[in-house]
């Protein structure tokens, strides 16, 4: 079945049954609407805010302190109703409320973020409802844009948005940007013609698709697709097919919180079984009463504040993203910026500007560069040699013939017309002439519009010295009809004029620029007014050309040689032609070499999934590609193990964003529908926002590690204390009676939630330890506990755990009571861990690290260290927790012997380099 581009008119109206004379009647419109439904795309609903909140409570370590939650309830409603023990039914109370808030604290920071960027994400939306005027019951008629049927005939006209896929019926020069489809900045002449072959979507000159641009001229189409049927709505389908993504650290965290969930049920399975046999019954009050020990242990060998932790160490990355203008949607993404391997980029908006820019021209005399980009008239003509432009023969042509208007708006240069003359209009102001000024002076006596079958644009001008023809066009087409050229500020002609303008222009050409020539013909009055266009575009004197582009944003070189230093490599994906993406690539230091390989989108279609798969790793530029190929591009990298981020502005990169481990996307240009499709948003638009982003990712993943190593290393030490007083203090010593645990379930939970959170919180705010980008990216299947991070965290705890319960077994023979000797233990295990926080926060030991380098590190440690003394001191803490205040010199005592153990082994460390620990 043919395709609507390799249909002729007629066929495509008889097929939608519409007469061309009288457009859809009220009948059909209805029809219509009711077969194909309405001009809207399917939009995505927001989670309510109750399904976020609920979210953060499916983690599987959330589930086991739920678990301990029930189980604490139900031992202290046992205690209280069965039992003469309301001291055990208060402790359990408070452990279960404990573990309750910090579960809540958890789940409200993963919804605060969401919500905070969900908002942040609508503040960018513009809801712009929009007109079209479509011909029905045989007149022009403005409707709704949502009010398009197929069938309707759609009228457009310069600065007009193409507002449902349509077959063109009638050009007049109509000139369409397809950039959120294709990735081409440049416009695209549309004609009525047939094509009968296959082709690409940006080669189908008789096709108009939703959401482009009308630069130049006007036409009218009939609507052959609306809403989810056209190609916008394509890509949406895309969207919608790929699954959610799971982040390495998600990955990361969820395995660990699997093993620790194993190590938790041995431990306590086991205490419970010990108890058991100590008590010598298995009976409601035994089961009871060992419970208390085994929820004890639970909570210390899960690091319970674990979720509420990382939360607010991703929380802390997010909003340091987003002071650098990178807003990110959901916390994982934070991380996985710092595991990305591979960076793909679109061109056109992202890497370049999308925005036509003259950056040299030849004159007559010489070669000249412009510096300043973009719409804004600001910048240097200059010349290696020093050489100032002769004459503005050149310029006033290319001003002149010209119809394309910059507009001042609040300090910004607003551009209507087509890209490439606005990029001559911008380079007369460069050099001082404006059409107005021109204009002053002379008149537009006569205009010869554009047309693709001459492909040059002429005007007439009168003003002192006569008529003269400007006439703009491609070079090849202006040498087919001038006698003459200048070169080096004479008038020649020949072969080898021609051949040496032609240099110059293949010259432009070889730097990706897109070429236009400007020449120039003295008239007679009669001439001017009588002559025909063919009479009047012959034997012309071609006095300049200009070379065009859409220039690279000028920090994203800088930005590139960052990202590969630190071993990321990036991908150019465009819909462009090859030899401008690889210009644009080389300029940026994307490729090393002009003759890098680049594989278009026509080859990628002919290759089986597994010829790509051998492809990807040795190409840096794909050209001409469809947001499929992107998809598949993205999806072969995966198979590598690569984590791959893509960024990008337009509709056309939207499903490519989101098959991503990380999608990236322009908030000032890009798309709505890109932007929901992302997990970062540029608010600045600018690539180095992506370098910054990256190396925030490395440094809070680093963080990530180092507090995730002091909270394990608390919790072998926590279980390993209790465990030793299970196993070995069995019978009275001085005033503390067998079986007394080393350390009651709140203290353990106090260590967890305060002296051991609150610092671990601190590290979340903590530079980078070394140069982070020159490192490599992290494999995403690597633990958080990899490079000896386990073995550090096993004879750190080991020596901990040791010396917390040697303080308990000392304060016992000492003759301190059950009480006292508990808060020994527990003091004990406070600044031994306030202590090795220090060294947690290196990879290294804590001598290669400034201590007051991270001030909050100082108050939360300082205020851990407080409290949790403050806590043996104040009766209700006392009666809650089960703790007893101290003489003083035992205060001193817990507070500095348990830094020995963290000194010695960093110091033995820095001395042997001993990596283990």
């Given at each position: 079945m043919k395709k609507f581009y390799q249909q002729t008119k007629d066929e495509v109206l008889n097929k939608l049954l519409v007469d061309e004379n009288t457009g859809l009647i009220n009948d059909q419109v209805q029809q219509n609407r009711k077969l194909y439904g309405e001009n809207k795309l399917p939009e995505k609903q927001n989670d309510p805010y109750w399904k976020i909140f609920l979210r953060s409570f499916k983690e599987p370590i959330v589930i086991v302190l739920l678990g301990a939650v029930i189980l604490s309830f139900a031992s202290s409603i046992y205690a209280f109703q069965t039992q003469p023990n309301p001291q055990h039914g208060f402790e359990s109370l408070y452990e279960a409320i404990a573990i309750l808030i910090l579960i809540i604290i958890n789940?409200?920071?993963?919804?605060?973020?969401?919500?905070?960027?969900?908002?942040?994400?609508d503040a960018l939306k513009e809801m712009n409802d929009r007109s079209a005027t479509v011909f029905r019951d045989g007149e022009w008629q403005s409707i709704s844009t949502s009010e398009i049927v197929v069938g309707d005939l759609l009228k457009v006209q310069l600065g007009d948005f193409v507002e449902a896929d349509v077959r063109w019926l009638q050009t007049d020069e109509l000139q369409v940007i397809e950039s959120h489809l294709t990735g081409e900045a440049d416009a695209i002449q549309k004609s009525t013609d047939v094509i009968n072959q296959d082709a690409q979507l940006g080669d189908r000159s008789n096709m108009g698709y939703s959401g482009s641009t009308v630069v130049n001229g006007q036409g009218v189409g009939i609507v052959v697709g609306i809403g989810a049927n056209t190609e916008l709505g394509n890509i949406a389908k895309l969207i919608e097919s790929v699954d959610d993504k799971v982040s390495p650290l998600q990955n990361t965290i969820n395995k660990l919180t699997k093993t620790l969930m194993k190590v938790s049920g041995g431990i306590v399975i086991l205490t419970f079984i010990i108890g058991i046999i100590r008590a010598g019954e298995l009976s409601i009050n035994s089961i009871t009463s060992v419970l208390s020990t085994s929820i004890a242990l639970a909570v210390a060998s899960i690091p319970d504040a674990l979720?509420?932790?990382l939360s607010i160490v991703l929380t802390i990355g997010a909003s340091k993203m987003a002071k650098n203008k990178g807003l990110i949607k959901s916390l994982d993404s934070v991380e996985t910026l710092g595991s990305t391997s591979y960076i793909c980029s679109d061109k056109t908006g992202t890497l370049t500007q999308n925005e036509m820019t003259a950056t040299k021209f030849y004159d007559g005399n010489a070669v000249f560069d412009v510096s300043g980009l973009g719409y804004a008239p600001t910048g240097q003509i200059t010349n290696p040699d020093g050489i100032k432009p002769k004459n503005s023969v050149f310029l006033t042509g290319a001003v002149l013939c010209n119809e394309a208007v910059i507009k001042e708006e609040d300090g910004e240069f607003k551009p209507f017309g087509n890209p490439t003359e606005i990029a001559l209009n911008v380079l007369g102001q460069k050099a001082g002439i404006t059409k107005d000024q021109l204009l002053e002076n002379s008149e537009i006596v006569r205009t010869l519009p554009f047309t693709s079958d001459r492909k040059m644009m002429s005007v007439i001008v009168k003003n002192?010295?006569?008529?003269?023809?400007?006439?703009?066009?491609?070079?090849d087409v202006l040498l087919k009809n001038s006698q003459d050229i200048i070169l080096n500020g004479e008038k020649v002609a020949g072969l080898d004029a021609q051949n040496n303008f032609m240099e110059i222009v293949n010259s432009f050409a070889h730097q990706a620029l897109r070429t236009l020539a400007v020449g120039v013909k003295p008239l007679s009055k009669k001439q001017a007014l009588a002559s025909t266009t063919e009479e009047?575009?012959?034997d012309l004197t071609i006095v300049g050309v200009a070379g065009i582009i859409d220039p690279p944003r000028p920090e994203v070189k800088q930005s590139v040689k960052e990202l590969h230093d630190a071993n990321i490599e990036v991908v150019m994906i465009?819909?462009?032609?090859?030899?401008?993406?690889?210009?644009?690539?080389?300029?940026?230091?994307?490729?090393?070499?002009?003759?890098?390989?680049?594989?278009?989108?026509?080859?990628?279609?002919?290759?089986?999934?597994?010829?790509l798969f051998k492809k990807v790793p040795q190409t840096n530029i794909y050209a001409r590609v469809s947001p499929e190929h992107k998809q598949r591009i993205i999806k072969q990298l995966q198979k590598h193990h690569q984590v791959v981020a893509m960024t990008g502005d337009g509709v056309n990169d939207a499903p490519a964003l989101r098959v991503a481990d990380i999608g990236i996307a322009m908030g000032i240009n890009g798309t709505e529908v890109t932007k929901d499709s992302a997990d970062l948003i540029l608010l600045d638009d600018k690539f180095t926002t992506i370098e910054?982003?990256?190396?925030?990712?490395?440094?809070?993943?680093?963080?990530?590690?180092?507090?995730?190593?002091?909270?394990?290393?608390?919790?072998?030490?926590?279980?390993l204390a209790l465990l030793l007083g299970l196993l070995l203090f069995g019978q009275t010593v001085g005033q503390v009676p067998a079986d007394t645990p080393t350390l009651t379930a709140l203290m353990v939970l106090w260590v967890n939630m305060v002296s051991d959170a609150l610092p671990s919180f601190a590290l979340g705010y903590d530079v980078a330890e070394s140069d982070i980008m020159k490192e490599n990216p992290r494999d995403p299947n690597e633990s958080v506990l990899a490079n000896h991070t386990w073995s550090r965290v096993l004879i750190r705890g080991t020596i901990m755990g040791a010396m917390v319960y040697l303080g308990f077994l000392w304060a016992a023979n000492f003759g301190l009571n059950s009480d006292e000797a508990q808060t020994v233990a527990f003091l004990t295990l406070v600044f031994g861990q306030l202590w090795h926080v220090f060294d947690a926060r290196s990879s290294h030991t804590l001598f290669r690290r400034n201590p007051f380098s991270n001030p909050r590190l100082l108050v939360a440690v300082l205020f851990a260290g407080v409290t949790s003394i403050l806590v043996t001191i104040l009766p209700f803490f006392n009666l809650v927790m089960g703790t007893a205040t101290l003489p003083v010199w035992i205060y001193l005592a817990v507070i500095f012997v348990p830094a020995l153990p963290t000194l010695i082994l960093s110091g033995l460390k820095e001395i042997f380099k001993i990596k283990i620990w």
């Open positions: 789940a409200f920071l993963g919804f605060w973020q969401e919500i905070s960027a969900q908002k942040s994400l979720p509420a932790v002192s010295d006569g008529y003269q023809l400007y006439t703009k066009g491609a070079p009047l575009e012959t465009t819909g462009d032609h090859a030899n401008t993406a690889r210009a644009i690539a080389f300029d940026l230091g994307i490729i090393k070499s002009k003759n890098a390989p680049v594989i278009n989108g026509s080859e990628i279609e002919k290759m089986s999934d597994d010829e910054k982003s990256v190396k925030s990712g490395r440094t809070i993943y680093a963080n990530i590690k180092n507090f995730m190593r002091h909270e394990l290393t608390t919790n072998v030490a926590e279980v």
